[in-house]
């Protein structure tokens, strides 16, 4: 699938992206449209009642590096995030917290970067007070999204770093929030444009190999750059690059980047001296 | 590729390859003994032994021999759980450098029967069982199985085959041991068997033993 695809199909049709989305799933997969649209709502029905459980919670996590952030954060607002950013901020980290305390999540697209998009949609349900189906058409076309980058390039954080897994994630977001702020489909482009090229680059170098540091906090800092990309987009500032050639731009960075920075624990904050230390400590403690 | 590719499963964290897949590859042994061993050792071989306690990956692997789902949130419990059950486990570093890095051998025992499965988790909880008490093979969870171990003679394996109504995807075969002729074979079907065909199949004179390992996931 192609972002220039779903535009021209859009544009041909005069049908709203989401259902557009689904055809063109029909179309290469031969997967029933309704099955489908189910099957992503009992997803999304999953992700948002996790979302109402671990919201600001404490967390014992595998290796106790984090575990209390989203608790933290749930408990102050200095009104520099606004509602709707903190919310969502929250429920990220309290996701990804989860996640590393072997809780129950939904993969999306990863289980690392699993906070971003529940962070945005659990927001838009509790602050926007948006309906089920108008959350549901946004999680389509997130999807769409993310299987764009998928087919394109790779979400995995070790083939492409961690631009491939948090960056596909907010590309996601950033494109199911503008839709579901009614952005026509140009903006969509724009928002999931300007967040990939805002985290590409970003390399995957979590301390001693477990999804916690730097990976719970990114969750959370993605979801600002989701909302800022959003909001621009639906200003009307537009992503002078085109999505697909941003993927296919991301694609390459992730081949240039050197294995220290896949997923190896090798590189970046990874192969501090502070990381080091507290390796050490961990494996001791864990025994 | 397809959006559930992208959006989902739902599962217990923390790590696709690390988590995932070991519930996974755990549920494989779970499914071939029709339930849980009475004891089992896992041999954890490179990144699955380097990291698997930060990864929960012995929780995960307890939990899928337990037969526990992907998503089951007794995972976290499953060393408990075990504890509780009377299932005998033990951990245990190995070195080898041929194979995938996040790989883990289960060797376990039902009823004094061993059993010993190799399998890798090789990415977004994708599995591939490599080898199933000593027949050499790649499965990969999506599609029932049935294993069978059979008298080495002529005509045999005809005999078996003839009696399913399903489709062959794969079929691995070896010889165990030409002195008592005995010889096993893997067979991977599209689609599941009845309980009739299974039946059927069990009372050949040929087949000696037969399990049969509904699909994964």
Not at chain 1, 33 to 60: A, C, H, R, V
Not at chain 1, 158 to 176: K, R
């Amino acid at each position: 699938m192609l972002f220039e695809d779903l535009k021209r199909l859009v544009n041909g049709t005069q049908l709203p992206l989401h259902e557009v989305v689904l055809s063109y799933e029909m179309l290469e997969n031969g997967e029933d449209p309704q099955t489908l649209k189910n099957d992503l709502s009992k997803l999304l029905k999953i992700m948002l009642e996790i979302s109402d459980k671990i919201y600001g919670k404490k967390f014992q996590t595998l290796t106790g590096l984090t575990g209390e952030n989203g608790f933290l954060l749930s408990k102050v607002d200095d009104g520099l995030l606004g509602e709707f950013i903190h919310c969502a901020v929250v429920t990220a980290i309290s996701m990804s917290e989860n996640n590393a305390s072997m809780g129950r999540i939904v993969a999306c697209p990863t289980a690392g970067s699993c906070g971003v998009i529940p962070g945005i949609f659990y927001a838009l349900k509790k602050i926007k007070k948006l309906d089920f189906e108008t959350l549901l058409n946004g999680f389509i076309v997130a999807g769409g999204i993310g299987e764009i980058i998928a087919a394109k390039a790779t979400i995995s954080g070790a083939v492409s770093g961690c631009q491939a897994e948090i960056g596909t994630a907010t590309a996601m977001a950033a494109a199911g929030l503008t839709y579901c702020m009614n952005g026509n489909i140009e903006m969509v482009e724009s928002a999931a444009s300007i967040s990939l090229k805002s985290l590409m680059g970003l390399v995957c170098d979590p301390v001693g190999g477990f999804v916690e540091v730097p990976c719970v906090k990114r969750n959370g800092t993605a979801v600002g750059v989701a909302v800022v990309a959003s909001q621009m987009a639906l200003a009307g500032i537009e992503s002078v690059i085109p999505f697909d050639e941003v993927v296919d731009a991301m694609k390459k960075v992730g081949k240039s980047l050197p294995e220290s920075l896949k997923e190896t624990a090798l590189g970046g904050v990874a192969s501090t001296p502070t990381a080091r230390k507290i390796l050490k400590d961990i494996i001791e403690n864990l025994g | 590729m397809s959006i559930l590719d992208v959006v989902g499963p739902v599962m217990i964290g923390p790590s696709s390859s690390h988590t995932l897949g070991a519930i996974r590859i755990g549920r494989f042994v779970n499914r071939l003994l029709g339930e849980k061993p009475d004891s089992v050792v896992f041999y954890l071989c490179g990144s699955f032994s380097k990291t698997y306690k930060g990864h929960g990956t012995d929780r995960a692997l307890l939990g899928g021999v337990l037969g526990m789902a992907d998503d089951d949130e007794n995972i976290k419990k499953s060393i408990e759980i075990a504890s509780s059950t009377g299932l005998a486990f033990r951990f245990s570093a190995f070195e080898n450098e041929e194979v995938h890095p996040n790989t883990v051998r289960i060797e376990c025992q039902k009823n004094g029967i061993l059993h010993d499965v190799w399998g890798a988790s090789i990415g977004g909880g994708a599995i591939n069982i490599f080898r199933v008490n000593g027949v050499e093979c790649s499965l990969n969870g999506k599609a029932p199985v049935i294993f069978v171990v059979n008298r080495d003679v002529p005509g045999a394996l005809s005999k078996i085959l003839n009696k399913l109504e399903i489709n062959v995807a794969n079929l691995y075969l070896k010889r165990l041991n030409r002195l008592k002729l005995t010889a096993a074979a893997i067979i991977e079907l599209d689609d599941a068997p009845s309980k009739k065909t299974l039946e059927e199949l069990k009372k050949l004179d040929v087949v000696l033993e037969l399990y049969y390992i509904p699909k994964i996931f």
